[in-house]
């Protein structure tokens, strides 16, 4: 519909506004234009030494800075950093360059926990830095995973590559329900 037929419901308000209504959902609804081609997906992106990740924003809870106070787990790896009390709950923190066989996370004013969503593991992940939302039409996305310098392959969900950009999506809750993660007590 055009803005000459707008004009011509001037002087009905009422069959004006459902024609405004009507064309509202239609804005909203993505009809007349490819809708495959418009969804889009929506991670975070953090940074593990020198390598960029992306978590699924579903499988992400929210990003904390680094607590004051870390209290240490006896008798756990040492990539378990320890507990921390987060608004009255308790939330392990994992290094997770450490768990990853990448060393320590030296913690600095960039570095942040990740907190995964899931019902049942909760975990805080440390990372050396967290980008903020990357947004990637779903046509960008390969199944197949770029090789990375963190061996972190078994819990890689493919990439999205854009440009000479390659973005490794890191699956948060394949991490959490794999038998090795599980295990935090040090033998």
């Known amino acids: 519909m055009t803005s000459a037929t707008l ?8 069959d004006l506004l459902k024609e405004l209504e009507r064309l509202a959902r ?14 889009e997906w929506v991670g975070v992106a953090f940074r593990l030494s020198s390598e960029s990740f992306l978590a699924a924003r579903e499988e ?12 240490r787990v006896p008798g756990a790896k040492p990539w378990i950093r320890g507990i921390a ?11 997770l360059r450490a768990y990853l066989g990448g060393g320590m996370t030296n ?5 942040r926990v990740l907190v995964a969503n ?6 805080g992940l440390l990372v050396d830095e967290v980008l903020g939302f990357r947004r990637f039409a779903d046509g960008e996305f390969s199944a197949t995973p770029p090789p990375t310098i963190v061996r972190c392959d078994r819990y890689l ?3 999205f590559r854009r440009g000479t950009e390659s973005w490794p999506v890191f699956s948060l809750r394949s991490l959490l329900e794999s038998a090795e993660f599980l295990q935090a007590a040090a033998s």
């Open 157 to 159: 969900a493919g990439a």
């Open 85 to 95: 009390n987060v608004r009255g709950q308790l939330l392990p923190v994992v290094d």
């Open 118 to 123: 899931h019902r049942e593991v909760p975990a």
């Open 107 to 111: 913690t600095n004013r960039s570095t």
């Open 26 to 39: 239609v804005a909203l609804t993505g009809q007349g234009r490819d809708a495959a081609a418009e969804r």
């Open 7 to 14: 004009k011509s419901l001037r002087d009905k308000p009422f």
């Open 60 to 71: 992400t809870r929210e990003v904390l800075s680094y607590p004051s106070v870390v209290t």
